[in-house]
């Protein structure tokens, strides 16, 4: 039996800050529960305080997005206001990992990879 080689954890610094290390795990998500799971490699330590998903992402893979009944605006690490638009949709995917499986909402962000 050939044996799983696991990917070397990533560094890397940000704006000559802190080194940070990257730590990302694959999971599968779907929209409805007949659909074929997307399996996406995800951070981990992304410093965010909820999920996002990219909008050229979301269009690709065709979620649909449902309207924010107000824009959340997103502010950088440092505090400052993120450069791109504000939060206007989210999508709501079953997120699994291994065994677990959940419903959840995931932000819709602009521009961000």
């Given at each position: ?42 951070f981990l330590n992304s410093e965010a305080t909820g ?41 709501e995917v079953e997120l699994f990992y291994r065994e677990y499986k959940e419903r ?10």
């Amino acid at each position: 039996m050939k044996e799983k080689k696991e990917k070397p954890v990533e560094v890397r610094k940000l704006k000559g800050e802190k080194t940070l290390r990257e730590i990302t795990v694959k999971i599968g998500l779907t929209q409805e529960e007949d659909e074929e799971e997307i399996v996406v490699e995800v951070f981990l330590n992304s410093e965010a305080t909820g999920l996002v998903m990219n909008l050229e992402f979301a269009r690709k893979k065709k979620f649909r997005k449902k309207k924010l009944d107000r824009l959340i605006y997103v502010r950088n690490i440092d505090s400052t206001f993120n450069h791109e638009r504000p939060i206007e949709h989210m999508v709501e995917v079953e997120l699994f990992y291994r065994e677990y499986k959940e419903r959840t909402e995931i932000d819709v962000m602009g521009g961000q990879k």
